[in-house]
């Protein structure tokens, strides 16, 4: 299949939704099964080269509280449109809280006696989704204080995790919004776990990259713009600039980093704007091997490798990397065998068909 954009080429919006979200789940399960080793334990493992497919683990491996949470994200938004297309006003920020407080439901903890009890939807009955993968201290803090955290009033003033990066690539894929919309749904949500600027902008900054690429952009374009973005806020984050910058500058030299050499200059991935440029690198610094290769699920596969062999958080890495690939290349550009190793694809195949059918039909 060639990677060049041509009428035959160019995925669908339902492609693109479905490749978004099963390929951030591939991401997140393979970036999963060495989220707490460093490189040289990763090394010990599977070899000089890392791991770098599903073949090499024994058992596959299951998606995280990345993927979890991202699904929960979908359904806040699909609950949010369904009022919207009844003719009901909502609150978006308040139906994506209600998620929230739901997913934080299926982690084992019971909801404080302040929140509102939300009624179950379709996603609370998926035995798989309720299993404790290592969540987010941020996340189960801020929902379980039974407070709606806002901008002017955040639950986790100094949080400044991933929690809030990895969760947010939906927003960007709901059509016929202004990306300024987008961004402020991406950055409101953030906002209930995570009170730190850098978490609800690097959020924001990667809702608005996912937008771009749902229209046509190509990455470096649309991560260029999502860097324009965040400087022209009237307080940007600094070290999310930073991040992109460096993002963006080291994956145009041609050659890729070394695992040690890219958690030198990007971080570990622990921190939102880390997780972000991390995983912004991995597809940018691969795509010159797309273009070669002609084969966008070889890309997939040398970006997500990328994305996770480095001592860091491997999942969330590997996740942003593996949405930003999906809505990319759709869900024809993912490697099929991947696919049949992933654990509940009907689930996240229907999470996303529940999307298209409130945004396009």
Same mark, same amino acid.
């Given at each position: 299949?060639?990677?060049?954009?041509?009428?035959?080429?160019?995925?669908?919006?339902?492609? !693109?939704?479905?490749?978004?979200? #099963?390929?951030?789940?591939?991401?997140?399960?393979?970036?999963?099964?060495?989220?707490?080793?460093?490189?040289?334990?990763?090394?010990?493992?599977?070899?000089?080269? @890392?791991?770098?497919?599903? /073949?090499? *683990?024994?058992?596959?491996?299951?998606?995280?509280?990345?993927?979890?949470?991202?699904?929960?994200?979908?359904?806040? =938004?699909?609950? %949010?449109?369904?009022?919207?297309?009844?003719?009901?006003?909502?609150?978006?920020?308040?139906?994506?809280?209600? %998620?929230?407080? !739901?997913?934080?439901? $299926?982690?084992?903890?019971?909801?404080?006696?302040?929140?509102?009890? +939300?009624?179950?939807?379709?996603?609370?009955?998926?035995?798989?989704?309720?299993?404790?993968?290592?969540?987010?201290?941020?996340?189960?803090?801020?929902?379980?204080?039974?407070?709606? @955290?806002?901008?002017?009033?955040?639950?986790?003033?100094?949080?400044?995790?991933? @929690?809030?990066?990895? !969760?947010?690539?939906?927003?960007?894929?709901?059509?016929?919004?202004?990306?300024?919309?987008?961004?402020?749904?991406?950055?409101?949500?953030?906002?209930?776990?995570?009170?730190? +600027?850098?978490?609800?902008?690097?959020?924001?900054?990667?809702?608005? *990259?996912?937008?771009?690429?749902?229209?046509?952009?190509?990455?470096?374009?649309?991560?260029?713009?999502?860097?324009?973005?965040?400087?022209?806020?009237?307080?940007? %984050? +600094?070290? #999310?600039?930073?991040?992109?910058?460096?993002? =963006?500058?080291?994956?145009?030299? /041609?050659?890729?980093?070394?695992?040690?050499?890219? $958690?030198?200059?990007? @971080?570990?991935?622990?921190?939102?704007?880390?997780? =972000?440029?991390?995983?912004?690198?991995? &597809?940018?610094?691969?795509?010159?091997?797309?273009?070669?290769?002609?084969?966008? %699920?070889?890309?997939?596969?040398?970006?997500?490798?990328?994305?996770?062999?480095?001592?860091?958080?491997?999942?969330?890495?590997?996740?942003?990397?593996?949405?930003?690939?999906? &809505?990319?290349?759709?869900?024809?550009? *993912?490697?099929?065998?991947?696919?049949?190793?992933?654990?509940? +694809?009907?689930?996240?195949?229907?999470?996303?068909?529940?999307?298209?059918? &409130?945004?396009?039909?």
């Amino acid at each position: 299949m060639s990677a060049d954009p041509s009428p035959s080429a160019v995925p669908s919006f339902e492609s !693109r939704v479905r490749g978004c979200l #099963l390929g951030g789940a591939l991401g997140d399960s393979l970036g999963y099964a060495v989220e707490s080793d460093d490189i040289a334990t990763i090394r010990s493992r599977f070899g000089e080269a @890392g791991l770098s497919s599903f /073949g090499q *683990l024994d058992g596959g491996s299951h998606f995280s509280d990345d993927t979890q949470m991202t699904l929960y994200t979908v359904d806040g =938004l699909v609950e %949010a449109l369904e009022w919207a297309n009844d003719g009901v006003a909502a609150d978006e920020t308040a139906c994506l809280w209600l %998620a929230y407080l !739901r997913w934080l439901a $299926t982690q084992g903890v019971a909801l404080p006696s302040s929140a509102p009890a +939300p009624p179950p939807r379709w996603i609370d009955s998926q035995e798989v989704l309720k299993h404790r993968r290592n969540p987010g201290k941020a996340c189960l803090s801020g929902l379980a204080t039974g407070q709606m @955290g806002t901008t002017l009033r955040p639950v986790n003033p100094e949080a400044k995790g991933c @929690g809030t990066v990895m !969760r947010s690539a939906p927003f960007g894929l709901v059509p016929h919004i202004s990306e300024t919309t987008v961004y402020k749904l991406s950055t409101d949500a953030a906002a209930l776990t995570h009170g730190h +600027p850098s978490a609800r902008q690097s959020a924001g900054a990667f809702s608005v *990259l996912v937008h771009r690429l749902t229209l046509g952009s190509d990455v470096r374009t649309a991560a260029e713009h999502a860097l324009s973005v965040v400087s022209a806020l009237p307080d940007p %984050a +600094p070290e #999310l600039l930073d991040r992109l910058r460096r993002a =963006l500058e080291l994956s145009s030299g /041609g050659t890729l980093l070394s695992p040690d050499e890219l $958690t030198a200059q990007l @971080g570990e991935g622990w921190v939102a704007e880390e997780a =972000l440029a991390v995983g912004l690198y991995a &597809v940018l610094a691969t795509t010159a091997g797309a273009e070669t290769l002609r084969d966008p %699920a070889d890309h997939f596969r040398q970006a997500i490798a990328v994305a996770l062999n480095h001592s860091g958080d491997s999942d969330s890495t590997a996740s942003i990397a593996g949405n930003i690939l999906g &809505v990319l290349h759709g869900e024809e550009g *993912l490697p099929a065998e991947w696919l049949e190793a992933l654990e509940a +694809p009907d689930v996240i195949r229907g999470m996303a068909q529940r999307l298209i059918a &409130v945004t396009v039909g």
